[in-house]
């Protein structure tokens, strides 16, 4: 049976939707990750900053996450071990998250503890990327829809940090 342009037209616009959030977190990934790179070159001056930068950054990711995507995917899949473990990993780097925000940039274990939060948030997006992201797409959780909640949560919590 042939299918109709209209029935290709929509099947196409729900591909290019599918995979719409997993892009959003994406970006955020990359951006904190450049952030990372920028402050392992900064000079002392800026690190103060640019770690603020870091931790303002990953706590309103890890919150739309927590908000939005990981209960979305919790209840559309049956694959919860990995959004637990993903919840485990947000706590210990909001640890450290509130150590890094209680220091100054001066201090010993400043630049030991943005290392460290640095490799828990790579390990942590790989993990994502690899595993919840594409279970996300298989539980049809991974849409415009979806992509739209993220970034107006996003933006919300954006606007209460500034």
Request: aromatic share 4%; net charge negative; glycine share 2%.
């Amino acid at each position: 049976m042939a299918r109709t342009q209209q029935e290709k037209s929509k099947e196409k616009s729900k591909g290019s939707a599918a995979g719409a959030a997993s892009r959003l977190l994406h970006e955020d990934h990359v951006r904190v990750q450049e952030m990372f790179k920028e402050y392992a070159k900064a000079d002392a001056s800026k690190k103060q900053e640019l770690a603020q930068q870091i931790c303002s950054e990953l706590t309103v990711h890890a919150r739309i996450e927590e908000e939005l995507f990981y209960p979305g995917l919790r209840e559309a899949s049956d694959e919860t071990d990995m959004i637990d473990e993903a919840e485990v990993e947000h706590a210990s780097a909001k640890q450290l998250i509130e150590e890094i925000e209680s220091m100054d940039a001066d201090e010993r274990l400043f630049d030991a503890n943005i290392t460290v939060l640095g490799q828990y948030v790579n390990h942590h997006s790989r993990e994502e990327e690899k595993e919840m992201f594409p279970e996300a797409k298989k539980a049809c959780i991974d849409t415009a829809e979806m992509a739209e909640q993220l970034k107006a949560r996003n933006e919300e919590l954006q606007r209460q940090l500034h």
